[in-house]
């Protein structure tokens, strides 16, 4: 079931917010995706995951500020900071391959974030009884398989007015999109665009059922919006327990697998796929044979 016009009332549009068109910004909303199912280490570049001869043909230009420079840093990477990279640009040499890293992908990031708590804002202004935090202020999650397997929440509605027809409590999900995904998104439905979101909210409904008792059996409120335009999207899932079974049994074979150092078949043909660029264990993965 989709909900397309419930929050009007709450919404505002934000301008401000609003991020112009990027030209690699279908790779920034995959690099997006990925590191939302990956932990914090997960989704940083370190030195070892860069081979010799990259850092033979590549020079690094490292362009934050002085003193992040100085804190840490790719070895053999020159610092110019980027106010400064036009007026600096003598000094970068011409017979080696540039590779500049800034703070724009996190910038896209924390504008990502700071749209969610917009989103709440709106949907709480619409009058639904929305909370994100527990009373020790953590977030709403779940673990599982000693802590191996384990997720955290947007959010969970608690209660919303009788016209919208959403029974509580119920999982909330909310992402951000770029216009293209977000159109995807509206037009096919969570499902078919982003099987990934539909994965997660599956197993977040199955695995918060002791947390939260009842709330698989609601539907799930996924809210999606596009970063672009700020315009809003809603779709109610219903729980898909086979597709969190599935999901599930797939978890429990990685670490069955991981336990008794088995390797599993590797998710791409070649160690350039960007998530094995961003992966911890790609070494591991890529210096053996399958």
Same mark, same amino acid.
């Given at each position: 079931?989709?909900?397309?016009?419930?929050?009007?009332?709450?919404?505002?549009?934000?301008?401000?917010?609003?991020?112009?068109?990027?030209?690699?910004?279908?790779?920034?909303?995959?690099?997006?995706?990925?590191?939302?199912?990956?932990?914090?280490?997960?989704?940083?570049?370190?030195?070892?995951?860069?081979?010799?001869?990259?850092? @033979?043909?590549? %020079?690094?230009?490292?362009?934050?500020?002085?003193? =992040? +420079?100085?804190? #840490?840093?790719?070895? &053999?990477? $020159?610092?110019?900071?980027?106010?400064?990279?036009?007026?600096?640009?003598?000094?970068?040499?011409?017979?080696?391959?540039?590779?500049?890293?800034?703070?724009?992908?996190?910038?896209?990031?924390?504008?990502?974030?700071?749209?969610?708590?917009?989103?709440?804002?709106?949907?709480?202004?619409? @009058?639904?009884? %929305?909370?994100?935090?527990?009373?020790?202020?953590? =977030? +709403?999650?779940? #673990?599982?398989?000693? &802590?191996? $397997?384990?997720?955290?929440?947007?959010?969970?509605?608690?209660?919303?007015?009788?016209?919208?027809?959403?029974?509580?409590?119920?999982?909330?999900?909310?992402?951000?999109?770029?216009?293209?995904?977000?159109?995807?998104?509206?037009?096919?439905?969570?499902?078919?665009?982003?099987?990934?979101?539909?994965?997660?909210?599956?197993?977040?409904?199955?695995?918060?059922?002791?947390?939260?008792?009842?709330?698989?059996?609601?539907?799930?409120?996924?809210?999606?919006?596009?970063?672009?335009?700020?315009?809003?999207?809603?779709?109610?899932?219903?729980?898909?327990?086979?597709?969190?079974?599935?999901?599930?049994?797939?978890?429990?074979?990685?670490?069955?697998?991981?336990?008794?150092?088995?390797?599993?078949?590797?998710?791409?043909?070649?160690?350039?796929?960007?998530?094995?660029?961003?992966?911890?264990?790609?070494?591991?993965?890529?210096?053996?044979?399958?």
């Amino acid at each position: 079931m989709k909900i397309t016009q419930i929050i009007g009332a709450g919404a505002v549009a934000l301008a401000a917010f609003a991020t112009p068109a990027l030209a690699n910004e279908d790779v920034i909303d995959a690099m997006q995706e990925y590191m939302e199912f990956s932990t914090y280490e997960a989704g940083i570049i370190v030195p070892q995951q860069i081979t010799e001869d990259v850092f @033979g043909d590549v %020079l690094f230009v490292d362009t934050r500020n002085a003193e =992040q +420079f100085e804190q #840490s840093t790719i070895p &053999g990477a $020159i610092n110019i900071e980027w106010r400064d990279v036009l007026g600096r640009i003598d000094e970068i040499p011409t017979d080696k391959k540039v590779s500049y890293f800034s703070g724009q992908v996190l910038r896209i990031f924390e504008i990502g974030h700071r749209l969610e708590d917009l989103a709440v804002r709106w949907l709480r202004a619409a @009058g639904i009884d %929305l909370v994100t935090q527990k009373n020790d202020g953590g =977030q +709403f999650g779940f #673990s599982v398989a000693g &802590g191996r $397997i384990r997720g955290h929440v947007d959010g969970i509605v608690l209660g919303a007015p009788a016209a919208l027809g959403l029974r509580t409590p119920a999982l909330w999900e909310c992402k951000t999109m770029n216009a293209k995904n977000w159109r995807a998104c509206v037009k096919d439905g969570v499902a078919i665009s982003k099987p990934v979101y539909a994965a997660q909210i599956a197993i977040y409904q199955a695995y918060m059922e002791p947390v939260v008792p009842e709330i698989s059996e609601a539907s799930a409120l996924f809210t999606a919006i596009n970063k672009d335009t700020a315009e809003l999207y809603h779709e109610l899932m219903p729980l898909n327990a086979a597709l969190a079974q599935r999901m599930s049994d797939r978890a429990v074979r990685i670490l069955q697998a991981t336990d008794a150092g088995e390797l599993l078949p590797r998710i791409a043909q070649s160690r350039d796929f960007f998530e094995c660029r961003f992966c911890s264990y790609a070494d591991r993965c890529w210096r053996q044979e399958h």
